[in-house]
């Protein structure tokens, strides 16, 4: 469809509803309808009506309907690209929503609870002390990321890069993987585990995150070339629980770097292993479209990238 396209075809019904735009443009950005409905205040069924009318108007379909929200079609990215600079600045002339006339709203934030408890809120602690608020959700990256598109939260720290177009995403950190244990078991292991393999700690209790041992899994098939096959002794869906286990000497473990350097520095944890090439995941910080007119948004995220760097 050429420059004129379906804004042209939208134009020249009997009436330009602007608010046909709007609710186009926030489904865009949040990559569903039920995410535009609570951006805007709106029921889903009345979005969903707005986007059959500009459809119906258009005579081009914008969004495929997915399981989990939509995906925008290239008529859609041709007209989001026209309308959204105006709206905006529509947007900016009429002055703020009534609910952020005073002070900005709370920032949204949401990630591991390990990573915001040890590094995002101590790094975030002065812009609270200059009045910035924050509403801090933890949870898995992908369900995270589904509240994100549906409007939940302004920023999520993700385990992986996000899908789609949708949501814009900025390399935050690298972790780490390092296999670990207390003294009692390292001074047992590290000889023994340097010169005969990984199988010698087959026997040693396994303390991770979930039972199908996601991180220790990976350490395994990276550095070791094989399979992990023994079963969990002890699951903790909070790494920083398997942290105080495996400091008491209930067994070995794979936990981010970051996460137990202080560990590391006392002694209280000993590197069974330190390979040339450890395990490296990269953590991003991922925002939602339009959250950025929030200016304290705006100064989480560029604080957390820049003193990100040091982790």
Known sequence: MGRAGILGAVEHTDHLDLNLLRTFLAVYRSGSFTGAAQLLGLSQPTV?????????????????????????????????ARIAPPLDELASVAGPHPATAGRAD???????????????????????????????????????????????????IATTRPRGRT???????????????????????????????????????????????????RYWRHVFGRRLSCPAAVTVPDLRGVLAAVVAGAGLTVLPRYLCLDELASGALVPLHEPEDPPINTGFLVQRP????????????????SVARTW
């Open 48 to 80: 969903t009506t707005q986007m059959r009318t500009l459809e119906r108007q258009a005579g081009r379909e914008l969004f495929e309907r997915r399981p989990r929200g939509v995906v925008p079609t290239p008529v859609a990215d041709e007209l989001a």
């Open 106 to 156: 709370p920032v949204h934030l949401a990630g591991p609870a390990e990573l915001l408890c040890s590094r995002v809120l101590p790094a975030l602690a002065p812009l609270v002390a200059e009045g910035v608020r924050l509403r801090v959700a933890t949870g898995l990256t992908d369900h995270l990321l589904e509240e994100l598109r549906a409007g939940r939260h302004d920023l999520v």
């Open 167 to 217: 949501l814009t995403a900025a390399p935050l950190m690298d972790e780490e993987f390092v296999l670990v244990a207390a003294p009692v078991w390292a001074g047992r292991l590290r000889e023994r585990l340097a010169a005969e393999g990984p199988s010698v700690l087959h026997p040693v209790p396994l303390v991770t995150y979930a039972e199908d041992l996601p991180i220790a899994r």
């Open 290 to 305: 339009g959250s950025l007119e929030n200016p304290d948004v705006r100064r989480v995220r560029e604080r957390l990238l």
